[in-house]
C-alpha cells in the first residue's frame, strides 16, 4: 500500500509561482510513474503531468506546458510540480497518483493505483 501527501499548495496572484511536493511511502517509489492531476470547483479531475519511473521522461498537458515542470527525486520519494506564471484558470485542487509500472495512458485516471488527498491551489487576478 502506497501513501501520498500533497503540499505547498496556498494563493498566489497571477503571474506567480508555487512547488508542490507530494511524498510517497509504503513502496518502491521507482516502481511507479507519478502523475499530478487537478480538479476545479464543478470539472472533472485533468490530468497535469506525469514522469516515468526514472525521471527521464515528461508529459504535460497543452494548457501548462512551458510553466510548469514535473520532477522526481527517487532517493527522498518525492516528486514535484513546479509552477510558475500561474493563471487564474489553475485555481484547483492538485493530486498526485502512483501507476506501478507505467504505461502509455498516463493521462487517463484508471491508471493510477493511488492517489493523495490533494492540495488547494487558488491563483487571484
Known amino acids: 500500500q502506497v501513501q501520498l501527501v500533497e503540499s505547498g499548495g496556498g494563493l498566489v496572484q497571477a503571474g506567480g509561482s508555487l512547488r508542490l511536493s507530494c511524498a510517497a511511502s509504503?513502496?518502491?517509489?521507482?516502481?511507479?510513474?507519478m502523475g499530478w492531476f487537478r480538479q476545479a470547483p464543478g470539472k472533472e479531475r485533468e490530468f497535469v503531468a506525469a514522469?516515468?519511473?526514472?525521471?527521464?521522461?515528461?508529459f504535460y498537458t497543452d494548457s501548462v506546458k512551458g510553466r510548469f515542470t514535473i520532477v522526481r527525486d527517487n532517493a527522498k520519494n518525492t516528486v514535484y510540480l513546479e509552477m510558475h506564471n500561474l493563471k487564474p484558470e489553475d485555481t484547483a485542487v492538485y493530486y498526485c497518483?502512483?501507476?506501478?509500472?507505467?504505461?502509455?495512458?498516463?493521462?487517463?485516471?484508471?491508471?493510477?493505483?493511488?492517489w493523495g488527498q490533494g492540495t488547494q491551489v487558488t491563483v487571484s487576478s
Open positions: 497518483a502512483a501507476d506501478f509500472g507505467g504505461s502509455a495512458s498516463f493521462r487517463s485516471l484508471n491508471e493510477y493505483e493511488y
Open positions: 509504503g513502496g518502491t517509489f521507482s516502481d511507479y510513474a
Open positions: 514522469v516515468n519511473w526514472d525521471g527521464s521522461r515528461a
